[in-house]
């Protein structure tokens, strides 16, 4: 175990290593923050004194020394616009896109889970019939569209839901703020949770329904038929267990991805989150927040990802995590 | 009464081109504490009729016609509940890949107790304790290790033991093995084999034993039923069937055994093989193969009829009934039959 939480620290690194590479080498293509951060006023002398003074005319090499010395430290920059820590910027805004994320995983979870299933179990019935067409469209619209769709008919129209923000918080523990724990708060939460899960949802009910229907071919469920077992306990244990198995493999990394597209969903919802922020901070080329940002989230890939080959390994007890390779 | 009766049961599969029969006029009877043996070639139906006993042979098959009575009970329209209730419990199988019969996922002890906790009322403790009674049966080294370890940490051998415990956890009356040493290497199933008789005599269990291989037929069971293309072509004490066949077919498996070959010759064969069950070919099915062929197998399909020991499906053992046949009395002769 722990041989295995050392590897994984050194992979991490690596990965760590070569996203703080490709994030810092991308700043500099992303335009000139001078022009946000100072008026038309100033001459391009006083401009080229203040680039000196940033440090922004030193060599790449220099200016990444530089940065992960300051990082290492913990400082990932300042940001031009807000004045403050970019790791503090974006921790303030941590918290609304992980409960944005929770909300979106929970409803791929606790509806791909039972529809695929069912689906796989009677694939002639005509719900199975729907939920796959139903998956194939899914797929096939854009975040944004399903977001803007459902604004369009729960807002505009029928006007059941609010259409924009977080609504009301609440201050829980250090500077998060949750909006899990008010009515208000999570009925704000309901729309983008569903356009954040559409992509994935569909993905998830077709992985799934694959995957039991091999498995319920197997000869250990026919096996279990003989033992004369219930259905139910085949069906949820024994095919379910193995069904699962590269279900979580493919959601680890599809949890990182739907982190990605909360860019879009913030966004179309006006959620003060981190995607949100980021879109903010490309539009005011705030270089330093822009390149926190991706190593925050290129971190949390990395931990989900370490989390899910543990979830993984819990499961699955051909894997051994302290296994001769270590 | 007899424990098992299959009476004239057809099982049909649900092809794109229209239905296919897959066994046709299967009759057998089994007492308590009786082993069959079940032979022929692949394709032909013999683990079909192994599936069909307990009512599970998978999608597109179903049984089409015929009755399988369990004590006087047809099982072939039993509800799902009460085939539930048989299965595991009465009548209990053994597969034949032990590598694929065991969830991967899941530790050898809950495989075995479960099977215990869906047929009778019983505490965990006292589960544990009869499946680890049972893995002493099957003479398994270590058996309080086992219950905790998963499928994949124990050899195939190992596997097939684990396997036949679960057979018995319940004490059944009969038990299906189809195929059960195929997946093994020799050595292994030999043991295999000796462990399944001894078990089976000791607890005066009924054996349906589905194999290819004549050898573990012959060691094993008292009857042989011979199979071919989905229909019954000889059938009788296995003593009689080993030491004088009677069917072409199973003189041809016969002699295929090496042990009847001389050192250097080359191995005895039945030319070609078993027709596909979409084309089965007009009048006796084994006709295109069989070297005794005469125009009235061409036309009529020999019907099983007993000889002075056992069973046979052929004109060259009742050439009388050919005759018959060709003198236009056919319709008189399925009577009799």
């Known amino acids: ?326 | 009464m007899a424990l098992l009766s299959i009476q004239n049961l057809e099982v049909s599969f649900g092809l794109r081109d229209g239905p296919v029969k897959a066994l046709q006029n299967i009759n057998l009877e089994l007492n308590r504490g009786d082993r069959v043996g079940i032979v022929g070639e692949s394709g032909a139906g013999k683990s079909v009729l192994g599936f069909s006993i307990l009512n599970l042979i998978a999608k597109p098959g179903f049984i089409s016609n015929g009755k399988v009575l369990f004590e006087g009970e047809d099982l072939v329209h039993a509800s799902q509940k009460r085939l539930r209730q048989i299965r595991g419990d009465r009548i209990s199988m053994i597969f034949q890949d032990p590598m694929m019969t065991l969830n991967p996922v899941l530790t050898i002890g809950d495989q075995m107790v479960e099977c215990l906790h869906a047929h009778k009322k019983i505490s965990k403790k006292d589960a544990r304790e009869v499946a680890l009674q049972k893995l002493q049966l099957v003479q398994i080294p270590s058996p309080e290790k086992r219950l905790d370890q998963y499928p994949h940490e124990l050899s195939g051998g190992m596997r097939q033991r684990i396997v036949i415990a679960i057979a018995l956890i319940m004490d059944p009356d009969l038990i299906v093995a189809d195929e059960p040493t195929t997946a093994l290497d020799v050595t292994i199933q030999a043991e295999i084999m000796e462990l399944l008789l001894n078990l089976c005599e000791q607890h005066n269990v009924a054996l349906i034993l589905v194999t290819h291989d004549l050898g573990v037929v012959a060691q094993v069971t008292e009857r042989t039923v011979v199979m071919y293309a989905g229909r019954v072509i000889e059938q009788g004490p296995t003593d009689e069937i080993i030491k004088a066949p009677q069917h072409p077919y199973t003189q041809g498996l016969m002699n295929a055994l090496p042990q009847n070959c001389l050192p250097g010759q080359l191995l005895n064969q039945i030319p070609g093989s078993m027709p596909n069950l979409q084309n089965i070919p007009q009048g006796c099915a084994f006709n295109p193969r069989c070297e005794f062929v005469k125009e009235s197998c061409l036309k009529e399909r020999p019907d099983l009829q007993s000889t002075a020991t056992h069973d046979v499906a052929c004109f060259k053992v009742h050439p009388e009934r050919s005759e018959l046949l060709s003198t236009g009395n056919g319709s008189d002769v399925k009577e009799r039959a």
């Not at chain 1, 303030?92 to 409960?99: H, M």
């Not at chain 1, 198995?245 to 909360?262: D, E, F, K, S, W």
């Not at chain 1, 390149?291 to 979830?311: E, K, Q, R, W």
Request: proline content about 5%.
């Open chain 1, 1 to 326: 175990m722990l041989a295995f939480f050392i590897r994984r620290f050194m992979q991490a690194i690596i990965v760590m290593f070569v996203i703080s590479v490709v994030g810092f080498a991308i700043q500099d293509n992303l335009g000139d923050p001078l022009r946000e951060m100072v008026g038309q006023v100033v001459t391009e002398a006083e401009r080229e004194v203040l680039r000196d003074e940033m440090g922004l005319n030193d060599p790449f090499f220099v200016q990444y020394t530089r940065f992960i010395g300051n990082a290492l430290q913990g400082d990932l920059g300042t940001s031009y616009f807000f004045k403050k820590p970019t790791l503090d910027v974006i921790f303030a805004k941590l918290p609304a896109t992980l409960e944005l994320v929770l909300g979106a995983t929970l409803i791929v979870v606790l509806v791909s889970v039972p529809v695929g299933v069912y689906a796989a179990i009677r694939p002639q019935s005509w719900f199975s019939k729907c939920a796959m067409a139903f998956s194939t469209v899914g797929i096939s619209i854009p975040v944004f569209l399903t977001g803007i769709g459902l604004i369009y008919v729960f807002s505009v129209e029928l006007g059941w839901m609010p259409s924009y923000g977080r609504g009301e918080t609440e201050q829980v523990w250090g500077s998060w703020r949750t909006g899990l724990t008010t009515a208000d708060g999570l009925l704000h939460l309901i729309l983008p949770s569903i356009t954040l899960s559409s992509l994935m949802l569909p993905l998830f009910i077709r992985l799934i329904r694959a995957e039991m229907s091999e498995v319920l071919q197997s000869e250990y469920v026919k096996f279990a038929l003989a033992k004369g077992l219930n259905p139910m306990r085949i069906y949820f244990l024994h095919a379910l267990k193995n069904t699962m198995l590269p279900v979580i493999t493919v959601g680890g990394v599809q949890i990182g991805t739907m982190l990605a597209y909360t860019i879009l969903t913030e966004t179309v919802f006006q959620w003060p989150g981190m995607g949100f922020l980021f879109l903010e901070a490309v539009n005011r080329v705030d270089t330093p927040l822009i390149v926190s940002y991706v190593i925050v989230v290129g971190a949390i890939f990395v931990i989900t990802n370490t989390l899910v080959d543990l979830i993984y390994g819990l499961v699955n007890p051909t894997v051994k995590l302290a296994g001769k390779s270590a």
